[in-house]
């Protein structure tokens, strides 16, 4: 199933998603290893996940979390939300990660963790396939 998005930072990645149905704030919801240490997403890791999420919340050193994140190595391949805000689409762009936000609804109620996904953040849509 294909979703027109709108590209925030492009890139292309393919990947697991994993999927908060409340909003992230990479300062205080994910420690410096990439793992959620509180909420629905708790214990989990988004090393190497497509990360979805409605929008961020929170500071300004969000953006670079998810820079110190990717530094690291334990970032996301790519970030989806419904609505991007300027600290989550800084922190993307900083840290080269693509994002795109404005999928299509049927994407976020059809999306769940474990699906694999396809983002193309520079024809401007995201993809839900079986391997």
Do not use: H, Q, W
């Amino acid at each position: 199933m294909r979703f027109n998005c709108r590209v925030i930072n492009p890139g292309l990645a393919r990947g697991e998603a994993l999927v908060s149905r409340s909003p992230v704030s990479f300062l205080g919801d994910i420690n410096d290893e990439g793992i959620f240490t509180v909420g629905e997403l708790k214990g989990f890791c988004v090393a190497g996940k497509i990360l979805i999420f409605p929008f961020g919340r929170g500071s300004t050193v969000g953006s670079y979390v998810l820079l110190k994140l990717k530094k690291r190595g334990v970032a996301p391949l790519a970030i989806i939300n419904k609505e991007s805000e300027p600290i989550i689409a800084i922190g993307a762009i900083i840290a080269d990660i693509p994002l795109v936000d404005s999928v299509e609804e049927e994407f976020f109620s059809t999306v769940k963790s474990g699906d694999n996904v396809y983002v193309n953040a520079v024809e401007g849509y995201v993809e839900l396939y079986k391997p």
